[in-house]
């Protein structure tokens, strides 16, 4: 073009470097081989130049603003980014509005901090409405994160128990070994352990624990997860105190079922009565053997006429508590013997050889005192 403009209005930069070339040389020819250039201004250069000089000034200017302003939200966009790595989601992206890729790269940006944003406080909400008490530990044993529940189960403030050690809620000793057995186990379920709470109380809990780890399942944390079980333990006390006080009751009505009864000096009857099972067998032996040497009985007469039930099991009771008492040196003598234990005895086999037997404890009685009397006349 005849007037060093191209059509869209800026200056033909190829056609206005040759003339500023031409000049810096001082060359008269090159203005003369080209008689279409513009008339030269007072200072002698062709108006193209300094249109050309203009125009690049302005380029330059705005360039140089777009560059600012560009690196200015690229520092906004940064800080935006570390502040997301670090959690912070309340930080947003400014959008311009002049439409670029810096305002859609600010765009999708927000787009991802509602996302984590929305993601974030679902699952706070989870972890808010857990019954459990919920705590987070760093790799060095500082407390990360507590939910609501583990903050009223142990009496503190969110801000209060943040970064500090493991101690201030588990026992020193317990902290240690449950951190380092969760890094090596992975985890542990349902483990009775204690709470301490900021007033220094002890809780007992049930334990869960598990690890946190990266995609390069690289140990990042442990999560604590405990549940109260103080009512459980209240439970299992009071459960452990009545089924003592139920045995002592069992005992007693087993001592009373089986009551020794001295009826003269050197004698002592056992009457039975009911069903002799295992335990009241025992019973039964221990009975005669106690009341046999604190009186120093030389006849024990254990009555079995109210024995209910007769079977082998009470048979063979009935002999244990003989050979016993044989062996501390007394007499014994039976009596009630029914036909029903007659039988059982013979279907044992049962040796009684040494053994008085009496079909009524009143016949048992006459035989021990006349026994006991022909023992004194002897001496």
């Given at each position: 073009?005849?007037?060093?403009?191209?059509?869209?209005?800026?200056?033909?930069?190829?056609?206005?470097?040759?003339?500023?070339?031409?000049?810096?040389?001082?060359?008269?020819?090159?203005?003369?081989?080209?008689?279409?250039?513009?008339?030269?201004?007072?200072?002698?250069?062709?108006?193209?130049?300094?249109?050309?000089?203009?125009?690049?000034?302005?380029?330059?200017?705005?360039?140089?603003?777009?560059?600012?302003?560009?690196?200015?939200?690229?520092?906004?966009?940064?800080?935006?980014?570390?502040?997301?790595?670090?959690?912070?989601?309340?930080?947003?992206?400014?959008?311009?509005?002049?439409?670029?890729?810096?305002?859609?790269?600010?765009?999708?940006?927000?787009?991802?901090?509602?996302?984590?944003?929305?993601?974030?406080?679902?699952?706070?909400?989870?972890?808010?409405?857990?019954?459990?008490?919920?705590?987070?530990?760093?790799?060095?044993?500082?407390?990360?994160?507590?939910?609501?529940?583990?903050?009223?189960?142990?009496?503190?403030?969110?801000?209060?128990?943040?970064?500090?050690?493991?101690?201030?809620?588990?026992?020193?000793?317990?902290?240690?070994?449950?951190?380092?057995?969760?890094?090596?186990?992975?985890?542990?379920?349902?483990?009775?352990?204690?709470?301490?709470?900021r007033e220094g109380a002890v809780i007992p809990v049930a334990l869960s624990v598990s690890t946190l780890r990266d995609a390069q399942d690289e140990l990042q944390g442990v999560v604590l997860a405990a549940r109260d079980i103080t009512?459980?333990?209240?439970?299992?006390?009071?459960?452990?105190?009545?089924?003592?006080?139920?045995?002592?009751?069992?005992?007693?009505?087993?001592?009373?079922?089986?009551?020794?009864?001295?009826?003269?000096?050197?004698?002592?009857?056992?009457?039975?009565?009911?069903?002799?099972?295992?335990?009241?067998?025992?019973?039964?032996?221990?009975?005669?053997?106690?009341?046999?040497?604190?009186?120093?009985?030389?006849?024990?007469?254990?009555?079995?006429?109210?024995?209910?039930?007769?079977?082998?099991?009470?048979?063979?009771?009935?002999?244990?508590?003989?050979?016993?008492?044989?062996?501390?040196?007394?007499?014994?003598?039976?009596?009630?013997?029914?036909?029903?234990?007659?039988?059982?005895?013979?279907?044992?086999?049962?040796e009684l050889s040494g053994v008085t037997t009496c079909g009524t404890l009143k016949d048992g009685i006459v035989y021990a005192e006349s026994t006991l009397g022909r023992r004194r006349g002897a001496r």
């Amino acid at each position: 073009m005849s007037d060093g403009a191209q059509s869209d209005g800026r200056p033909d930069l190829g056609e206005i470097a040759r003339v500023l070339r031409d000049l810096a040389a001082g060359s008269s020819e090159a203005h003369a081989a080209r008689p279409a250039a513009a008339p030269a201004t007072d200072g002698g250069a062709p108006e193209p130049a300094l249109a050309a000089l203009d125009w690049l000034a302005e380029e330059l200017s705005a360039l140089r603003s777009f560059k600012a302003k560009a690196s200015a939200r690229l520092a906004e966009l940064t800080d935006v980014a570390l502040a997301v790595a670090s959690l912070d989601y309340s930080r947003k992206a400014e959008i311009s509005g002049d439409v670029d890729e810096l305002d859609g790269l600010a765009a999708g940006m927000n787009m991802m901090i509602e996302e984590l944003q929305s993601s974030t406080s679902f699952v706070g909400n989870i972890l808010s409405a857990m019954s459990d008490a919920l705590l987070v530990f760093h790799m060095d044993g500082s407390i990360r994160s507590a939910n609501r529940a583990a903050l009223e189960l142990l009496g503190y403030e969110k801000g209060e128990i943040l970064e500090q050690p493991a101690e201030r809620v588990l026992k020193a000793g317990a902290a240690r070994s449950l951190l380092e057995r969760a890094r090596q186990a992975r985890r542990i379920v349902n483990e009775e352990s204690e709470l301490v709470t900021r007033e220094g109380a002890v809780i007992p809990v049930a334990l869960s624990v598990s690890t946190l780890r990266d995609a390069q399942d690289e140990l990042q944390g442990v999560v604590l997860a405990a549940r109260d079980i103080t009512e459980q333990k209240h439970a299992e006390a009071e459960r452990e105190r009545l089924e003592a006080a139920i045995r002592r009751q069992a005992q007693m009505l087993m001592e009373l079922s089986t009551p020794l009864i001295p009826i003269s000096e050197g004698t002592v009857v056992l009457p039975l009565v009911g069903v002799l099972d295992a335990d009241r067998a025992a019973q039964v032996i221990e009975t005669l053997l106690r009341g046999v040497s604190a009186h120093g009985a030389r006849v024990a007469i254990l009555d079995v006429t109210g024995v209910s039930e007769v079977d082998e099991q009470v048979a063979s009771a009935i002999l244990r508590a003989v050979h016993a008492t044989r062996l501390v040196g007394a007499h014994i003598v039976l009596t009630g013997i029914r036909p029903d234990l007659a039988k059982a005895l013979v279907t044992l086999e049962i040796e009684l050889s040494g053994v008085t037997t009496c079909g009524t404890l009143k016949d048992g009685i006459v035989y021990a005192e006349s026994t006991l009397g022909r023992r004194r006349g002897a001496r």
